[in-house]
């Protein structure tokens, strides 16, 4: 048994519904930093040796678990403890694997989970070991409590991602759905957001957009370098570029984004609060989204289907005109876009014949509806906001992508959680994906008892 087992059973199994918090953050930290220690950058990931480590710890609670591999480096982790089925069950996700690292840039090394003036630091702090311990911490309180469940919990370490969902969330949709299949899902996605120290609110992804990859092709005559040709195709394609880049798609807000900025408001200075009101007057909208592309690019992406163009090719010899030129745009969709229609607006704003738009086959995501901010999930959540952090709950529109897109589509109704995340530490360079990246310890022990509020709201027998 655990050396902490103990005391989390006296705290736990004799009936109390709180465990008892200092011995399981010594416990939470204990699997935190041995999990951020090790080493999964995607790729190649090598996260089955996540997998081992977290089958020894649910088996010695006595919990079931699943291996489920499509490659054998890349193991995923299912567990479940089951209810009596008088509900559907509930998911609790984190993903194993982290994005690559520049070891030079990093104060502490990357893996060495290095504890420091009450932040932890290493590659996967915030994306996503603190959900993957998080949500298995919550499991052993479970088993360890006896608590009678209405509905079965399930478990998912997933691999792949970061840069690979073909042996992940793919593969587990796909050959392991039977395993995973639920009625709410607990995942990434959302933050408590902390500024100078204090709490300010809490934001749940409820919706993502949904990544597409365009080739614009600009078409022109050939020739030579030293006759310049108005109709160059590099030249052409500079200028469709700036015409889409400059654009303003039209706005369309979605239940999410709608209450989203109404919520954003409340919470924010007058100055800023007049901006985001400003969205819903049609005086004013146009001059709040303006500043808000110039200022608040991530929220500004919320607004509508955005387009980034972020890779560019033409020519092959400096005194010979290219017939072609290329842009590669990342498109980033509302939920519910006619992508075709909306490749039509484009070559409206474009206005050019010799342009052409292709729409390529990667990085694909399934459609699906936002999920429920009126469910019984969302309220539990926000209950568990305002007891653990004492903060209002937002929810928000990813404007990048999770898995979670994958379980939407099969009607799961995702929910996105995070720890506590100080504002400032982003610019500072301390973010997820950042050349550093580090959290706050406590954050860490009080999203493990979020899990728990919620969790067992959801889950335990009334």
């Not at 996260?47 to 977290?54: C, D, H, I, M, P």
Request: charged content about 25%.
């Amino acid at each position: 048994m655990h050396r902490f087992s103990v005391a989390l059973l006296l705290a736990v199994g004799l009936g109390a519904q709180t465990p008892n918090w200092p011995d399981v953050n010594k416990e939470t930290l204990e699997h935190y930093q041995a999990l951020v220690g090790m080493d999964t950058t995607d790729p190649p990931g090598n996260e089955t040796k996540v997998a081992e480590y977290v089958k020894k710890v649910l088996e010695a609670e006595g919990i079931p678990v699943i291996l489920a591999a499509k490659d054998p480096n890349r193991a995923n982790i299912i567990a479940r403890l089951k209810g009596n089925g008088s509900k559907k069950p509930i998911l609790i996700v984190g993903h194993s694997d982290t994005v690559k690292v520049d070891p030079a840039k990093w104060i502490y090394p990357p893996f060495s989970a290095t504890r420091k003036d009450g932040y932890i630091y290493g590659r996967g702090t915030l994306d996503d070991k603190d959900n993957l311990t998080a949500s298995m911490m919550t499991m052993i309180l479970l088993k360890r409590s006896g608590i009678v469940l209405d509905r079965d919990v399930i478990f998912l370490s997933e691999v792949g991602e970061e840069a690979a969902t073909g042996p992940g969330i793919r593969y587990l949709t796909d050959e392991h759905w039977k395993d995973i299949e639920a009625e709410i899902c607990l995942a990434e996605g959302g933050l408590v957001s902390r500024r100078k120290g204090e709490i300010r609110y809490a934001l749940i992804q409820t919706a993502e957009k949904l990544p597409a990859s365009m080739r614009m092709i600009s078409h022109g005559p050939a020739g030579h370098g030293s006759r310049p040709l108005r109709e160059n195709a590099i030249v052409r394609l500079s200028r469709a570029v700036e015409k889409i880049a400059m654009w303003d798609p039209p706005m369309r807000l979605n239940d999410t984004t709608r209450y989203y900025f109404e919520k954003i408001a409340g919470v924010s200075t007058p100055e800023e609060a007049a901006r985001y009101n400003g969205l819903f007057s049609s005086e004013k909208s146009s001059e709040s989204r303006e500043y808000l592309a110039q200022y608040e690019p991530g929220n500004y992406s919320m607004l509508h289907t955005s387009i980034s163009p972020n890779i560019f090719t033409g020519g092959y010899q400096v005194n010979v005109i290219p017939s072609t030129a290329e842009a590669i745009l990342d498109v980033r969709a509302l939920p519910d876009e006619n992508i075709p229609a909306f490749m039509e607006l484009m070559k409206k704003q474009i206005n050019d014949p010799s342009i052409e738009l292709v729409l390529e086959n990667r990085n694909n995501r399934p459609h699906a509806e936002p999920s429920s901010i009126h469910s019984e999930a969302f309220k539990t959540i926000e209950a568990a906001n305002k007891k653990v952090y004492n903060a209002i709950t937002i929810p928000q529109m990813s404007t990048g992508a999770t898995d979670m897109a994958f379980l939407r589509a099969k009607g799961v109704q995702c929910y996105g959680i995070g720890p506590i995340i100080d504002e400032e530490d982003a610019p500072k360079g301390f973010g997820a994906h950042s050349d550093q990246e580090r959290i706050w310890e406590d954050g860490l022990y009080k999203f493990v008892q979020f899990n728990w509020e919620v969790v067992t709201s959801l889950a335990a027998h009334k």
